[in-house]
């Protein structure tokens, strides 16, 4: 065997280690709102997203930047966000996440009262996947809705971490609704602030081996291979 197909062999073999995937995240959180009266005015904007890899390691994010817009009596206004990342190797991290920020309002000119009926259709999810104790991946995706005084009138999230399941193939998923009813007297607004978002991060604990120890493996390997020929030569 040859210097340089012995070194190709080498590279291959750790290119192909390098590739395999030891472990992952996937979540997302999708929310459709309507009502049964016109919003007078639904926007959201996009308050973090953030992808950050290191070594062998990739990862992508999506969801609902910024729009600006009325909706009609039973229209669906949608605002998402979803993260995922993978290992590709060992010595890799990746962190990525997405959040974004909506409101909308009502408000009552009708010259009566009237009685609003608000629906959050959810539906969200998160996976996470490790090889081994040596990795550590977690995952979360939640939602969260606050009234025009400032209270938190729903908060939930669902969460996976490697730490607490062990290694292996992990996943949760839901669908649900939930839904406020009041009464809106005429001349006034009520308004709905709201946080959709998805995190997730992957870190492998090993180090990566240095170019030069694997360097010299492949000496080693090749003086051991030159001895052998040496002594059936010599034989």
């Not at 979803?82 to 000119?109: K, Y």
């Not at 998160?126 to 005084?149: C, H, L, M, R």
């Amino acid at each position: 065997m040859g210097l340089g197909l012995l070194l190709s062999t080498l590279s291959l073999f750790f290119t192909q280690s390098q590739a395999t995937i030891i472990g992952s995240f996937d979540t997302g959180v999708d929310v459709e709102i309507s009502s049964t009266v016109s919003v007078n005015q639904f926007g959201t904007d996009l308050f973090d997203g953030l992808v950050y890899v290191e070594g062998s390691a990739s990862g992508n994010n999506s969801g609902s930047d910024f729009s600006d817009f009325s909706l009609g009596a039973n229209e669906t206004g949608t605002v998402s966000a979803a993260a995922n990342g993978q290992l590709d190797g060992i010595g890799g991290f990746v962190q990525s996440s997405w959040e974004t920020h909506g409101f909308f309002n009502f408000g009552n000119n009708t010259g009566s009262n009237i009685s609003v009926d608000v629906t959050f259709d959810i539906t969200w999810f998160a996976n996470i996947f490790t090889s081994s104790s040596d990795e550590e991946v977690y995952a979360t995706a939640g939602f969260f809705i606050k009234n025009s005084s400032g209270e938190r009138v729903f908060e939930d999230w669902i969460e996976l971490d490697s730490l607490i399941e062990g290694p292996g193939t992990f996943g949760v998923s839901d669908s649900f609704a939930v839904n406020f009813i009041f009464d809106l007297a005429d001349g006034d607004s009520e308004e709905y602030f709201l946080i959709v978002d998805s995190f997730g991060f992957a870190e492998n604990l090993q180090q990566v081996p240095e170019p030069s120890s694997l360097l010299l493996v492949g000496l080693a390997l090749l003086f051991t291979i030159r001895k052998r020929k040496i002594s059936v030569l010599c034989v």
